[in-house]
């Protein structure tokens, strides 16, 4: 009964993906209504890959259902749980062990696509099952500034001291030397990752850590000592001020714009964060590798994407659909489909056995590890995210030891992890447009105005500014459902303005609709982008043009809306452009407006009659 | 149910047999299966053995190759890798590997073009660096299908490193040629797996699964015997089991062999058609052989089973028919029987009640006591036909043979049949042809039966006017003691239908037609004659044509009664005379035969004309026979005229089948000396010329009955019947004899008890009768001690006239029996025969 309702859910989810996709696809021409839709659920859109796609395979369309950001663990969960990804299913590496899939994803094993990548990439179960094949490799390393290595005549370190006693150098000059992100949300924990970093590079690049960590992982009664290790490495950087208490303040944003100014002259970040730094700053940025206290070497942490397809397919309605997936997956696991995702920013390297490394000035520093394979899975922890997620910030601080840490994630191997706390509760399953109307009621509830508009993310990557491609599922909402919904960085609230218009005015803007950063800076855009709203009942056109989208609108208490009253209207900061008109920033978050609206409604259902679509 | 098993048992029969044959036809369809799957079992579990073994030769080899490797390297003094890798670049190509390769401690894997780390490989981490184990690595670092055999090694500082293990890079084409064997017709398909299914090389063969797990790309095929959880846990458990797996449109045998090298198994993977195409070939056309064996013997079965079901089916009918025709027949005879019985009784009472209405009419009283004489007896033969009819289907007819003159025998016929004939104006004739016997052993009363009965019918079937004649021929025979005597029966009556002539000796069936339904009789008269006739080794035959008359021929092979009398005479001259032909020629044989010189003439005026030629001659004829009825001159009137030729010594005799009491005296008036009756035998003739010419006498044996036998004599009749009492008094007393009665069998021994000796002469008893039975009352009589106890004669009067009655009687000492109603001339017939032997006995006594 459970699988038929999570089939059941997955059906719904995916009529309303299409849907919205349907919507989205409109002005689309015949001969795409003609293709055969393959959805992929991604965290990153996948321009150059799908552009090839459409071109290799031209019966097939590919559709991106993108969630944003990279390190939305909660929002992959939420999906997963609740089955609701599309035909074909991409995984940042990091997030795999998260969520059991086995029984979602179909066995690739019996395909030839594994045969194309080295056994040691493959994760499989003991009967062999693979239900993911790699993407590109993609390292986090450390990030050095190449310009101004060169303009002082700093050596690159090559071991784990030379780090050390380059970044006390470098401190000198005032610039910080090395310093990593330690800021921490409620979902998504820097002190935590950092954390994970030591563990992988001191531990698990020795056998033993390697033994340790796989008992660890399949249940196994182990002793945590060898993760004492990572908490030596991190206080022997504390103090070596590699790591400091003000670190915990710096999101991951702030680290890399900081390595742009020359504020901070080594971090660490992935081949996209080298890329928008190389874009955004004069200076040059090259990787070089994370080093090991252990064995003082050189090592990256493997992270890059995993992609899989939905057992779905395997029902004997979607031959078709399941015969054209097989072909993107063989295409993916191709060192072209390979290169297609390095393009997108998905790792730097083709995975496939025999790929070369490309000759980027960037990879030098790191051309012998790649070559080597001297690249590690960093652990997550997971099981002890309620220890660690406030008692490493508590390390840094001096405030406890490795000990009492330890003893405390001894605890939760013996008693378990404690129950998530559920804030509200939601009575059905909400539609991305549902979502952002609830999220709407949150912020004109906080903000006391009489209208509020939120963008609404849609397919291929389109998120208007504030927009988020997510839903709330039926069931218990907790703090990561309300971190999900809400932002769009984990570690980014986003803040809500206010402002005053006339009922005509207000109508303009909704037969405009949502804009991207992008349209904004072109002045125009590309299609209609319908407002979820709140405080009113309207009809969308969105096939029609501008003047004629929107119908019916009336307030919320039926009455119509006048052109020439004056509402109060709030939402979300950056959604319209600056200097449109007067707008006042409310300095409430729309994290604590959601959060603060379900802790009060405790109960809410998705409002199917507020937006009426034709 | 039992019933059910009765009714339908041939069709039950028939469809067991059908199930059995399709069980036989299945099971050897079963059984070819089995025997080819095992065949192909142990086949491919040959091979497959043989192949996994030549790898574990070679991998034992690399790891050979590996340990001298090893005990080099630890012999040199200075741990110098150079050293050790010349010597193995020269040794390369004698081992057959790549190249050397080692990994250090931190799972770092380095050979002399590159190194790798291995840390995430768990084989490495756990297997070959934790536990010191030898591990093989497959599909890491290149595509190239290389093997990586290392082995964990006491550690070693080499350029700064803490090496644990020691290997060789093999290229598994080396290893693994071997399974690219042309087996099968090349389509053999072999792969060496891990245990979790991950396929580490596939033979060249166009392999149905490319799948990179070999195990999970069966999860969509059908397995036809086995499964794949079976499958899978046969691999781990290095159980060997042949499966038979379906894939694209075609069948396969699925095997694998454990190899002992690292986790490898061989698995291989042959189209069921190609490993067991002959065999399954040979074993199809034998099934289908079987299989049209059966068919057909399913078909003869039916074929016969409808055969012999319609053979069945008719003889059923005819039996049927056969049954209903005989109840018919019965029926009818019953019928017939009512009716013919009540015919004469209904005669008999109403004549009765006639002569008592006119008792005072004594010309009316004796006609109706002649018409219910000739009916009683009419019933009465009506009664005994019925009664022989049943003593010869029981089996109680015995023929009592004895010497018997076949010439009383006819002449018995003629004075039989002659009345009849005369009173139906029909003419009839005997003749005899070539007799040689007349003296023969048969049963004279069975033999006379049958004649009388042949000659009955003719008669009775011969309209007025009509003519009958029976023909007596023998002939010879090759034993000399039997006589093949032929007796026919011809008439010119009715005759008989063709259809008729199939039933006419069955027991109870007469013809039935407007014509004769007037003609009674019981319709058994024929069955008996036949029957009789073959108790006495004859045949009998019919020709006849309706409306032209009949034939009966009766066959019988009789034994000659001693040797034939010589009748010998001088050469007198005979002149015979006779209208027919046949009986001058027969005549004319017989006297040739004696002696005489025989002339023959055919008729009346020729017979006297040639009596005048010859005693113109002077050579007078010495005898003549002449015939009595002659068409030109009457038999008589030729005497007559004759005599005046041959004067009255020449004895002239008259040859007639009929009664000529009625002419003597004209006879002699015309000057005929004497009669023969026809048909005359040698004897007769012979006889008759000793008499009449020689003057010889000769009388006939005579056992001529005495008629008053009894006169005189005391009997006691004893029956319960009053009736039968009365009657039997009457005619017993007709005879002379003194009656006295007793009503049972007390009041009888009573009777004799008191009476003195030698009172009764005789006693005759009924037997069924209250009291005392006439069996104890004998019984007693022969007890009592008195001298004529045994001595009187007892004789037994029945109305069953069955043997076990005649035993039963004579064991109890009764003298004969006689069947009522009395038959007063055999009765006196019988009687004579003990009356004179107890006079004999009585003499010799005295």
Known sequence: ?614 | MKNFMMKFWRKILIAGFGVLVIITLVFNAMLIRQTTYEEGSQHLDELSGQIASSIEKQSRGQWNMLDVFYKYFVDLSNNDWTVLSSYIQEKKEDFGFDSLCVVDEDAMYYDREKSFSLLSNTEVTTKLLTDSQPIILDNMLSTEGRLIFLIPIEKQIIEGKTVCALGVVYNSKNLFDILNIQAYDGEVMMYIIHQDGVALFRSNQENVITGYNLVNSLEDAEFKRGSLEAFRDNIRSGHQELMTVHLGDREYYLNHTPVEVDDWKLVTMVPVDVVSGRLMWSSMVTFFCMFLIGALIVVAFILLYSDSTRKILRAEETARKAAESANESKSQFLSNMSHDIRTPMNAIIGMTKIAQDHIDEPAKVKDSLKKIDLSGRLLVGLINDILDMSKIESGKMVLNNDAASLVEVMQNLVSITQPTVLGKKQVFNIRLHNIRHESLIFDTIRLNQVMINLLGNAVKFTPEGGSISLDVAEETTADEKLAHLIFKVSDTGMGISKEFQKNLFTSFTRERDSKIDKIEGSGLGLAITKMIVTMMGGTISVESEPGKGSIFTVELDLPVAGAPEEMRIPAIRVLVADDDPETCRSAAVYLQEMGARADIAYGGREAVDMAKEAAKNGDEYQIIFLDWRMPDLEGTDTAREIREVVGEDVPILIISAYDWSGIEVEAGEAGINGFIQKPFFKSTLYHNIQKHYFRSEWEQPKKELKQNALVGKRLLLVDDNEINLEIAQELLSYTGALVDTAHDGREAVEHFEKSPVDYYSMIFMDIQMPVMNGYEATKAIRQMERADANRVLIFAMTADAFAEDIELAKRMGMNAHFAKPLDMPAILKEISKFVSENEVQQNEKR
């Not at chain 1, 081949?271 to 206290?293: A, K, Q, V």
């Not at chain 1, 998905?346 to 056995?353: Q, S």
């Not at chain 1, 919320?556 to 007067?582: A, H, M, N, R, W």
């Open chain 1, 1 to 614: 009964m459970k699988k038929d309702n999570k089939n059941f859910l997955a059906v719904m989810c995916m009529l309303v993906v299409l849907g919205t996709l349907g919507g989205c696809t409109a002005q689309s021409s015949g001969a795409d209504e003609d293709k055969l839709t393959i959805t992929v659920t991604c965290n990153s859109s996948l321009d150059h890959f799908a552009a090839s796609v459409e071109e290799r395979f031209p019966d097939i369309r590919l559709v991106q259902d993108c969630y944003t950001g990279k390190y939305r663990i909660s929002e992959y969960i939420a999906r997963v749980e609740h089955n609701d990804f599309g035909d074909i299913i991409m995984v940042k590496a990091g997030h795999i062990p998260k969520a059991d899939m086995s029984d979602q994803l179909i066995d690739l094993s019996t395909q030839t696509i594994p045969a194309n990548f080295n056994a040691n990439a493959l994760q499989s179960d003991e009967y062999g099952h693979i239900n993911f094949i790699p993407g590109p490799l993609s390292f986090n390393c450390n990030i050095y500034n190449k310009t101004l290595f060169e303009e002082n005549d700093w050596a690159v370190p090559q071991n784990y001291d030379e780090l050390l006693a380059l970044s006390r150098e470098i401190d000198q000059t005032g610039i910080r030397g090395f310093r990593n992100s330690y800021f921490d949300s409620a979902s998504q924990s820097y002190q935590i990752y950092q954390y994970c970093v030591f563990s992988a590079l001191d531990t698990l690049t020795q056998v033993e850590g390697q033994n340790w960590h796989n008992k660890l992982m399949s249940g196994e009664k182990v002793s945590l000592e060898p993760m004492e290790t990572a908490f030596q490495d991190m206080q022997h950087m504390m103090d070596n001020g590699a790591v400091r208490v003000d670190d915990m303040d710096v999101t991951l944003n702030a680290n890399l714009e900081a390595m742009a100014k020359r504020e901070v002259a080594i971090g660490s970040g992935e081949i996209d964060h080298i890329w928008m730094l190389n874009t955004s700053s004069e200076d040059e940025f090259c990787f070089m590798p994370h080093f090991s206290m252990t064995d003082g070497q050189g090592w990256l942490l493997n992270l890059g994407y995993y992609f899989g397809a939905n057992k779905e397919l395997k029902q004997p309605e979607n031959e078709k659909k399941l015969k054209a997936v097989m072909e993107i997956l063989n295409f993916i696991a191709s060192e072209e489909g390979q290169e297609l995702l390095v393009e997108d920013e998905l790792g730097m390297m083709p995975a496939t056995i025999g790929a070369e490394i490309p000759d980027d000035p960037v990879l030098e520093q790191i051309r012998t590890q790649i070559e080597s394979g001297r690249y590690i899975m960093r652990p997550t922890f997971d099981m002890f995210s309620s220890v660690l997620g406030t008692e490493i910030g508590a390390f840094i601080r001096g405030e406890t030891d490795s000990k009492a840490i330890l003893e405390k994630c001894s605890l939760i191997l013996e008693q378990g992890s404690p129950a998530v706390q559920a804030l509200g509760e939601a009575e059905d399953d909400f539609s991305i447009m549902e979502t952002g109307c609830l999220k709407a009621d949150a912020l004109r509830a906080a903000t006391g105005t009489d209208v509020a508009l939120i963008g609404i993310s849609e397919t291929d990557g389109y998120d208007p500014v504030g927009g988020i491609r997510t839903k709330l599922y039926k069931g218990a909402v907790t703090e990561d459902d309300i971190i999900r919904v809400s932002q769009i960085q984990v570690d980014t609230p986003l803040m809500s303005m206010s402002t005053s218009v006339t009922g005509e005015e207000l109508l303009a803007l909704l037969e405009y609709g949502a804009t991207s950063e992008k349209e904004q800076q072109n002045g125009e855009v590309s299609m209609f982008h319908p407002f979820a709203v709140a405080g009113l009942k309207l009809e969308y056109h969105s096939e029609k043009d501008e003047g004629k989208r929107v119908s019916d609108v009336k307030m919320e208490d039926g009455s119509k809306l006048e052109p020439d009253s004056v509402y109060t209207l709030s939402y979300i900061k950056g959604v319209f452009p600056e200097g449109q008109f007067s707008e006042t920033e409310t300095g409430i978050s729309m994290t604590d407006a959601f959060r603060d609206y379900i802790t009060t409604e405790k109960r809410v259902a998705p409002d199917k009659k507020r937006i009426r679509r034709k």
